[in-house]
């Protein structure tokens, strides 16, 4: 399953399928973005991180891919589990930090 | 890895009175805290940043006397709502940095109900 961008700020998949959260980010001079999950009445915890240097960075079953052509940035998480269910914000730093609207991931079992 | 907690968890008062909320980073020296409040569904809005010793920077919009903001020692920060309203409920998350902005590392937040 996809998202796109903040005009879809849902996204649901089936428990053992890959997802896609992308995230549109407004400045062209930000250098270092941030995937934070974030669960219900919890605060974000930190997923993964990418510099603008490179465009692809892996982690434990994520990946973070960036496009700074198209100020693109996506977190793919790979064989969605259950407690993969969260908000997924992107955040951007140039001179202080800033944060994404956050799609929200529903994972079916 | 880096702690930052937050207190209270959860707190109801009632229309104006104040309430006090902490953040304190449990493993490290915070030079820099930061508070946000996210509103339901919506994204961390930050509210002002905080170094130690000096007074903090609000954002655009954000009264300094309404929410006032106290960063004494290198472990602790304090939010106060001051004459609290209803329109003030909200989720409030603190972050402590150790100098690297890009380094921040959240609090639980607290959920603030004023009725």
């Known amino acids: 399953g996809e998202s796109v961008g903040l005009h879809l700020p849902t996204l649901s998949v089936q428990e053992g399928d890959n997802s896609i959260i992308n995230c549109a980010y407004s400045n062209s001079a930000s250098d270092y973005f941030i995937w934070y999950k974030q669960e219900s009445g919890k605060g974000p915890q930190f997923i993964i991180d990418?510099?603008?240097?490179?465009d692809k960075r892996q982690g434990q079953r994520v990946t973070v891919l960036l496009n700074r052509t198209v100020k693109h940035l996506s977190l793919q998480i790979a064989a969605t589990q259950p407690g993969d269910s969260a908000v997924y914000f992107c955040a951007e730093l140039a001179n202080d930090m800033r944060f994404g609207a956050g799609t929200r991931l529903t994972v079916k079992p | 890895g880096a702690v930052v907690s937050q207190h209270p968890s959860r707190v109801i008062c009632k229309s104006g009175t104040s309430v006090k909320i902490e953040c304190r980073s449990l493993d490290f020296q915070a030079t820099t805290m930061f508070w946000y409040r996210q509103f339901p569904k919506k994204s961390l809005m930050l509210m002002a940043t905080s170094n130690e010793g000096s007074k903090a920077t609000y954002e655009q919009g954000v009264e300094k006397d309404k929410f006032l903001i106290n960063h004494a020692s290198l472990t602790l920060s304090t939010l106060t709502v001051t004459s609290a309203h209803p329109e003030d409920s909200s989720f409030y998350i603190c972050?402590?940095?150790?100098?690297?902005?890009?380094?921040?590392?959240f609090g639980p937040g607290t959920r603030l109900t004023v009725t």
């Open positions: 990418i510099r603008s240097n490179m």
């Open positions: 972050s402590a940095s150790g100098g690297r902005l890009y380094e921040q590392y």
